[in-house]
């Protein structure tokens, strides 16, 4: 949907063998064998996105924070068991096993060491990307025999969100709810994503996102729900000053970020529903113009309020289009909600309550 802005890589990659509990500092560019099943099959292939904070203390010691992270961490076990057989099931580390491994193991390398310092000192923001990978050198098919977590991070100074237009693209379904993949961040799902937003160039040339509904393609298309964007979900504000949130199921990913903003918007005294929105519904609400803003919340941007949907019916001709009522209470709201979130990590706003800071001295 978006772009980072100003990256900069880590100067190492890790490895930490699943079978062994081996870890490894890696070249920032080592490679996966081209014959592996995680290439050619999708075999153990899941990976994780992270925000962190990276800054120096009150007695100058290094120290990374992270929002909610323990939430990250358990999302991307159950990926990594969702892609293993049964008798592996014991090859899924902990979450505290993951979190020694990347904060002591990887993070406390002297050979990243003066990356992180850079990043306190600029004040910059970071992203941490653990992924999974078959690091076995076969084309069976078959379950990973070598099943390994590596990771990376970057710093960036700014991830360009707003604005953006969006289009609605039912006869695409990111996920199938019987398969049990919609709700795990799966290699396998993000393909669908850019060919809807592929897709949803043909109606707007302008586009950046993809919204999709439900896999219940069988049903009249206004009866058929919302789920969420292609690479993060969605909020919508209303004109009666409430917001909804759709609620978590199979073909939903469950985002840390909206569980945040969520609690942050709920402290600024907003009211904030979660239930299910038909397509039906966001048409009617569009029309009538009871939609006042419509946005897009995951991990690198936070959230980001869409300037444009497009809304499409069954020929894919335009049925309704969505603009922001920029006057209205509830679009300012939200960008207050991004601010006061990413000021949690820098110390300068209080912590909600069920949100959690991990910091963590290097």
């Known amino acids: 949907m978006a772009k980072f802005e100003g990256v900069q890589w880590a100067p190492r990659q890790m490895r930490y063998m ?23 099959y999708a075999t153990f292939l899941c990976f994780e996105g992270i925000r962190f904070f990276c800054r120096k203390n009150a007695g100058g010691q290094l120290e990374v924070l992270f929002l909610n992270w323990h939430k990250n961490l358990e999302r991307l076990r159950r990926g990594m068991a969702f892609n293993l057989s049964r008798d592996q ?19 406390g390398a002297p050979a990243i060491r ?15 990307r653990p992924f999974t990978v078959d690091e076995d050198q076969s084309m069976g098919v078959t379950f990973p025999t070598q099943p390994s977590v590596r990771a990376i991070f970057c710093r960036y100074d700014n991830y360009l969100g707003e604005p953006f237009t969006g289009v609605v693209t039912p006869q695409w379904v990111r996920a199938v709810g019987a398969n049990k993949t919609g709700w795990l961040k799966l290699g396998i799902n993000y393909l669908i994503s850019l060919k809807a937003i592929d897709a949803a ?7 950046a996102a993809a919204l999709f509904l439900d896999d219940q393609t069988h049903r009249p298309l206004e009866e058929r729900c919302v789920t969420e964007w292609d690479s993060s979900c969605c909020l919508f504000g209303l004109r009666d000053g409430t917001i909804v949130k759709i609620p978590e199921s199979e073909l939903i990913l469950p985002s840390i970020t909206i569980q945040g903003m969520v609690t942050i918007l709920r402290d ?10 038909t397509y039906g519904e966001l048409l009617r609400r569009i029309r009538s113009e009871e939609l006042v803003v419509a946005a897009s919340v995951g991990t690198a941007g936070v959230m980001n309020r869409c300037q444009k949907l497009v809304c499409v019916d ?9 603009v922001p009522d920029t006057a209205h209470r509830l679009y300012q709201a939200l960008a207050e909600a991004k601010a006061f979130y990413w ?4 110390g300068k706003s209080k ?8 910091k963590y001295a290097l």
């Open 18 to 40: 699943l079978p062994d509990k081996q870890f490894e500092i890696l070249e920032a560019d080592a490679k996966v064998y081209g014959v592996s099943r995680s290439i050619f």
């Open 314 to 322: 069954e020929g894919n001709d335009v049925a309704a289009v969505h």
């Open 89 to 107: 099931a014991g090859f899924v580390p902990t979450v505290e096993e993951l979190e020694t491994v990347i904060i002591r193991q990887y993070f």
């Open 114 to 128: 003066g990356f992180l310092e850079e990043m306190a000192e600029a004040g910059a923001q970071g992203y941490l």
């Open 351 to 358: 912590l909600p309550s069920g949100m959690n800071l991990f």
């Open 201 to 207: 160039k043909e109606v707007d040339p302008g586009a």
């Open 268 to 277: 600024m005294g907003i009211k904030v529903e979660e239930r299910q929105v």
């Open 343 to 346: 000021d949690i990590y820098r």
